[in-house]
């Protein structure tokens, strides 16, 4: 456990607990109101108040002339109910009076258009003046509440790309990208060599004639593209330190962290992680549900959400920085932004608390306190309606700040699985935009995989590439489409160390220029003992899309190779059509471990069958068959959750005496925790 983060929970409650947190505007409400919010907190079990990233405005309503005298009552009331504050730079809105004076910080979109202050993220990373605005008043704030007791740590900023506003496409931008680029590679026929820039006449003479890659009638080029894609999450990663750094000069012992989100890929959250001492995100599970295009919808999700990809993202930030993680908005009750709204379901504010806690969760915090009556999201709920009574989330946040009180789960070790999925944001990137795959989602096909090793109760830290492997006893890595040698190296001497490693079509195909390797897997090859010989990809199942693994037939879609095995073992063979016979799936034992290449987009049952191998190869204990459809179980340190994120109550056979939470059948959208294992159980559909 981060040691930062550990004194700051101990400091806060006098105890190692798990908390419970709320986001909160003091900013939109009657200074008389403030008391009687905070004492409510207070009762709740509320132990973190994050505040302050909207506020700019208010902390300098003009130019130079500073005003927290009102945030500094706030803290003091809230330090005087026993809790702690959280802070947040307000720089995701700069105001009106900043935008006017620097018009030119503004965002400009890939045609051109510019984004206008009235909403938030309007300001670009690039911007020399924004980041000189930003020092300023970061350094302010941070100086005014360097010595209060009560203020513990920071957020910075809020939500960096949301509304998709990470990359942006201004003259900034432009400058800024040939900058990068000279540093990268030197001179400029280094870049053009790695590019490739004699294709369609795009040779660059100069650094100084580099543009951020805007509208065109076509395709940008790939390898452009790519290093556009690093640049940008670099520099959002460059603004974040600075940030830091500010907010640590001002009080070594204050925590930093942001709040990452949901499917949202432009920014590489390691890479941003590496300068936090804690990453967290938010959490809006039937929101992501309610975004999806209609026929996608089903009334589970629209209830509850998606369990597989609301565990994928809390294995993913518990990995970004040094662990364990935070949520720093968790969804409240109904919510504005999706185009319909759908009330979750009854106790789901509990279930999402307990799900973040089962996956290493230190911190639950609530958006927002109270629904708002002014602005853009009125029709927000909150753990308390407009008028103060509280509402749906209150109760829920309440009953699991009891509920983690009695498990002293905070007390707990963070999870600690022997299996890693590497999620490599480059391959995700570089794979946006190809030809010959256009339905390959790099995310959609991670979480195939991921989905497959949950489905057997198995624990997954999800890390980057250059993770150390040997804490692991299997790592899985889908579509490492990028890939370059030293990558390569550290995977075989992960295998031939006795590890279990499985890989997946599409690996290797690209060089770090974003070139194609000769051959794929590139420089995986040697190691999987096969080539990929030809590939065809579906966008329908009009085409024999049947392989055979094993003695049983599967389906898949989206992508399929036919391989060309050396010193590799075939297990899986396409059958029908033109490519049948030909090998899909290669197996390989080298020095004391062993690799299966899966070359395509697996059904769920090929998946499983194909990871239960490899958990095997690797010693990984995991269940004798799947668990149900939306079940899932996550153990930490001794005990272990059974998540029903399921419309049906399913029946578990724990024995009484272990449950310490709920029964051995698991309702619809309920939880059930027992002292154990995640082996340690059968779960059956009622
Ligand atoms: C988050 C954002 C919050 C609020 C919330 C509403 O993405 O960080 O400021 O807008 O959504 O659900």
Redesign the pocket.
Known sequence: MNEKTESVNTAACGKTSMSIGVCYFPEHWPEDRWESDIEAMADCGIEYVRMGEFAWSRFEPEPGQYDTAWLERVVDLIGDHGMKAVLCTPTATPPKWLVDRYPEIRQTERDGTVREWGSRRHYCFNSETYRQETERIVTELADRFAQNPTVVGWQTD??YG?HGTLRCYCDNCSAAFGEWLREKYGDVETLNETWGTDFWSQHHTSFDEIEAPGHTPTDHHPSRLLDYYRFTSDRVRDYNRLQADVLREANEEWFVTH?F?FDFTELDAFDVGSDLDFASW?V?PT?FAQSKPESEQTAADLRIGDLAQTALHHDLYRNAADGPFWIM?QQPGS?N?PPTTSQPAEGAMRLWAHHAVAHGCDVVSY?RWRRCQQGQ?QY?SGLRRADGAPDRGYHDAAWAADEFEELAVGERAQPDPSVAAVFDYESHWALEKVDMGPTFDYASHFATVYEALRGRSVGVDIVPRDADFRAYDAVVVPALHVLDDEAADRLAAFVRDGGSLLTTARTGEKTPGNQLHPTAPGPLADLVGATVDNHESHATDTLETTVEYDGDTFEYHTWGEWLSPDAAAVVGKHRGGVGDGRPAITHRSVGDGSVTYLGVWPDEALADAVVTDVLAAGGVEHLDSPLPDRVQVAERDGLTWVFNYGAHAVETDLPAGDIVVGDATVPAYDLTVFEGAATDITVEES
């Open positions: 809020n939500e949301v709040n989100m938010d809006y929101g908005e919510i932004w958006f999201e927000h």
